[in-house]
């Protein structure tokens, strides 16, 4: 059997405001298998983006455990921390901080030199990836000159660049219009299956939930 690309057991997340513990996450369990597209549905200040955090390695303070690839990540240090997330994750934001500038091809080439790879392969493959998103006419066009479905579109190509095993993706359609949130939300499950990719894709949508393999919902602290 397949090892989990993410399996979480008992995350908590408690910040202290005055003299008041407020608890965030309150044990949740979660696991994504193998080229699992989960939707992670709740209201906002529901916990999403903070369960997301904690999958990203991005701060510490969590209880409880988080394996990435068979990997136990939460007691990483800072170094290691960085290395699986280099390794095995790719990140989608509400809003794309594409770097302003860099081109659209230079923005998803980055990652792959940081990761290793030369400067031709590095080109080659963001310019398969942004044409595949669309975007083979904008490849020398910064952040400036795109619309935001097409800044969108940079950032899931930047996502995907070093085939993550895991894609985590916080609001990705957030803030687009409807018709744009369809078509970005589309490309991206389409690029995830065909790249063999799971994700973990966080919306208070319900129309777009309904879209992925499976959706949990977290409620006050507490997934079902």
Request: charged fraction near 20%; charge should be negative; glycine fraction near 10%.
């Amino acid at each position: 059997m397949n090892e989990p690309v993410l399996q979480m057991t008992g995350l908590t997340r408690s910040f202290v405001q005055g003299e008041e513990t407020i608890l965030v996450l309150r044990g949740v369990d979660l696991t994504v298998a193998k080229g699992e597209i989960v939707g992670l549905l709740g209201p906002s200040g529901s916990g999403k983006s903070t369960l997301l955090q904690a999958v990203g390695l991005l701060e510490g303070g969590f209880g409880g455990s988080i394996r990435i690839a068979g990997t136990e990540a939460a007691r990483l240090d800072s170094h290691g921390r960085t290395l699986v997330r280099r390794d095995f994750l790719g990140f989608v934001y509400q809003f794309h901080h594409l770097l302003p500038d860099f081109n659209a091809t230079e923005n998803v080439v980055l990652p792959l030199l940081i990761h290793g790879a030369t400067r031709p392969q590095a080109e080659e493959r963001a310019t398969s990836l942004l044409t595949a998103l669309g975007l083979g006419h904008r490849l020398t066009h910064r952040p400036s000159q795109l619309s935001g479905g097409e800044q969108q579109r940079v950032a899931v190509a930047r996502a995907l660049a070093n085939k993550p095993a895991l894609v985590l993706a916080d609001e990705p359609t957030g803030n687009l219009d409807e018709h744009t949130a369809d078509l970005v939300l589309a490309e991206l499950l389409r690029l995830v299956r065909e790249e063999g990719c799971s994700a973990l894709i966080a919306t208070h949508n319900e129309r777009l939930a309904a879209k992925m393999d499976r959706v949990v919902r977290l409620q006050e602290g507490v997934l079902t």
